[in-house]
């Protein structure tokens, strides 16, 4: 396992160079670091006001001070889980006050997003005030090529191993009132600078080391499972070592939650989540996880779904689901030969190893099973892939679904997602 680290800390090397500053016990270089992003700084955190966060804030400030830096204002409450479209208003309002050179934000991915998403705003308001218009795919940048203008740095400190918010071009808002989430995909928004201390995770609690796992497993899979051939020499190494490094540790860190050797593991193979989105994208799981913010964490909801899609894709996807297979295998999830095993035959032994994984941990594998499911989430799930601002999920899909097809193939997924029975899922050929 030391060499899959050694690996995976080489991708993320080649990814994101000096930009990026990751290990255990590396926070105290944060104030080397924002200062080459400016000297006066907003500083968003989560958790802002309760206990546990009081001796993390002392030390930034501490840490910030011994470097030169100045806080431009009263430190700023982070963003609620699914990142609400109030917490983003209320953030870049605070961010207008304060007036700063560089914004340095502390928290999971739901503030790290609400802070991309709230500079965009602070530096677009004027001309563009409606949030509606920032989701899609480079809207923020076409916004600020036509202006003439550049956004606020910055510096985004992760402390949850989860959706890799710290290293890429996404960021996911909600609408509270219609419980949906919407995307923004846009390079405008990657952080000029990140850092991620795994020893931030032992504060995690024990649903967000599942949550957060399950997410960086999904980004692995969903890429794998959709990038096109030209692409998938450079992604496929990164997707499977940051999947193998979670699929192995995600147990121990469960089991024995001090366990600093499984948290970096952890923390490495989601940060290789991150770069496998940057190099590809997701596509069903993460759709209609979208639609599920009122009774699923996006993680558990990808974690759900994906082994259903798994089984649509299988077909298409055959030398690519061996590998990941294998990974299953050798961790005791996967019993059978899978080198006899083709299409569908083959999708179902993976989902099995997939959802045999999700039951070792306690998830939810089926949406009945889940508190307050009802028909009304599929059918939002439907009606939110028929959006085009969410198109991009539909074109990643090793079997791209056209809206026409949302209705039948999408539906019979989710289906079978509802009871557990993969007999109901329409296959596409």
């Known amino acids: 396992m030391e060499n899959t680290k050694l690996q995976a800390k080489k991708y993320l090397k080649d990814f994101k160079g000096e930009r990026y500053i990751n290990g255990l016990e590396v926070f105290d ?94 530096g677009l308001k004027d001309k563009y005030p409606d949030i509606d218009a920032y989701f899609g795919t480079g809207e923020i940048s076409k916004m600020l090529l036509k202006e003439n203008m550049k956004l606020l740095p910055h510096y985004s400190v992760m402390t949850v191993a ?83 490094l979670i699929v192995n540790n995600i147990k121990k860190a469960v089991t024995v939650p001090e366990n600093i050797e499984a948290r970096e593991a952890l923390g490495l193979g989601t940060d290789l989540g991150g770069y496998a989105i940057m190099t590809g994208g997701t596509n069903g799981a993460h759709l209609n996880s979208f639609s599920m913010t009122d009774i699923l964490s996006h993680g558990r909801a990808c974690a ?79 009606e939110a892939a028929k959006d085009p601002k969410l198109e991009s999920k539909l074109k990643n899909m090793p079997v791209p679904m056209s809206i026409a097809d949302i209705d039948i193939y999408m539906k019979s997924i989710l289906n079978a997602a509802e009871s557990g029975d993969m007999s109901k899922i329409e296959m596409y050929y």
């Open 29 to 122: 270089s944060l104030g080397e670091e924002l200062s080459k992003l400016g000297k006066r700084v907003s500083i968003i955190v989560d958790g802002l006001g309760q206990n546990w966060v009081s001796p993390l804030v002392y030390r930034t400030e501490k840490i910030l001070t011994a470097s030169g830096l100045s806080i431009a204002g009263e430190l700023i409450p982070g963003a609620r889980p699914n990142a609400p479209h109030e917490d983003v208003f209320f953030i870049a309002g605070k961010i207008i006050e304060q007036n700063p050179d560089a914004v340095l934000s502390i928290g999971g991915g739901s503030t790290t997003d609400a802070v991309k998403t709230a500079i965009a705003l602070n």
């Open 162 to 244: 989860s959706s890799a918010a710290h290293l890429t071009k996404y960021a996911n808002i909600t609408d509270m009132n219609t419980k949906q989430k919407m995307l923004i995909v846009d390079e405008a928004i990657v952080p000029a600078r990140a850092m991620f201390d795994y020893v931030f995770t032992l504060s995690q609690p024990l649903s967000l080391i599942k949550d957060g796992g399950l997410d960086g497993i999904s980004h692995g899979i969903e890429v794998l499972m959709g990038i096109s051939e030209n692409l998938l020499k450079r992604a496929m190494p990164i997707c499977l070592t940051g999947i193998e």
């Open 304 to 382: 759900l779904l994906n082994p259903y899609y798994v089984v649509f894709f299988s077909p298409k996807i055959e030398n690519r689901l061996k590998e990941i297979g294998k990974i299953y295998k050798r961790a005791g999830y996967i019993k059978i030969d899978l080198e006899k095993l083709h299409k569908r035959d083959l999708g179902l032994a993976v989902a099995e190893g997939m959802i045999s994984l999700s039951e070792d941990i306690g998830f939810p594998t089926t949406l009945k099973s889940v508190p307050g499911y009802t028909e009304i989430h599929k059918w939002r799930c439907l």
